[in-house]
């Protein structure tokens, strides 16, 4: 049985930048999507002068996302590091969110606590993901010669505006997620309060147990 932690002694570092240097950082994509990802890695030597390998997200597991900050191209129905996250509730770029023809990029700050970060490039189709990507591309070339880091980003034009109540049902994952899905992309305190009552519901449910 998993430790039940009662006290929170130590908040981990948000690590608010992302480095992009060729030791350090890696493009991870489905080969659907390499071309794209390959974009990504020009665009990224032509501004900043480094030259960032390209793997398939097969490899992308826990432990890459672990080690290597990471730069995921593809939704979770595609990319399978973007799925990790998924799974544990830090993305929700799919099939549904943000919507077909449409984009989202976001950081994930430091999900494992070992100092590295993901930056997820995606839409809900391949139109949105290579928007996802031009976009990117669009911040990268911004970027000051010389500088090596991004800072947080999220970005989205997504038009879908779902709102989701919260039945007390516990049980169905989706009961869960859906009202934190929702308040990820439309920052609605209504929903973001629905979202907290949904997750303290599920923690207590799980301590109860």
């Not at 900043?48 to 290597?68: C, F, P, Q, T």
């Not at 031009?134 to 800072?151: A, V, Y």
């Not at 859906?178 to 799980?206: C, H, V, W």
Request: negative net charge; charged residues 25%; proline residues 4%.
């Amino acid at each position: 049985m998993s430790e039940i932690i009662t006290k929170i002694t130590k908040l981990k570092d948000l690590c608010l930048l992302t480095p992009l240097e060729s030791d350090r950082t890696v493009i991870a994509a489905p080969p659907e999507f390499t071309a794209l990802a390959g974009d990504i890695a020009a665009a990224i030597n032509e501004r900043l002068g480094e030259k960032l390998e390209v793997i398939d997200s097969k490899s992308a597991g826990e432990e890459i996302l672990r080690e290597r900050n990471t730069i995921l191209v593809g939704n979770s129905l595609h990319n399978a590091g973007a799925y990790k996250l998924y799974r544990q509730r830090y993305t929700f770029v799919d099939g549904y969110l943000p919507g077909k023809g449409h984009y989202h990029i976001h950081t994930v700050h430091n999900p494992y606590a070992t100092g590295t970060n993901a930056v997820v490039v995606a839409g809900s189709d391949f139109e949105g993901t290579a928007r996802a990507a031009e976009k990117f591309m669009g911040i990268i070339r911004s970027m000051k010669r010389g500088q090596s880091c991004l800072p947080r980003i999220n970005e989205t034009d997504s038009d879908h505006r779902p709102f989701f109540e919260f039945n007390g049902n516990v049980s169905n994952a989706a009961n869960i997620g859906q009202p934190m899905a929702a308040y990820f992309f439309t920052n609605d305190p209504r929903q973001g309060e629905i979202a907290k009552e949904a997750l303290y519901a599920r923690m207590e449910d799980i301590y109860a147990g």
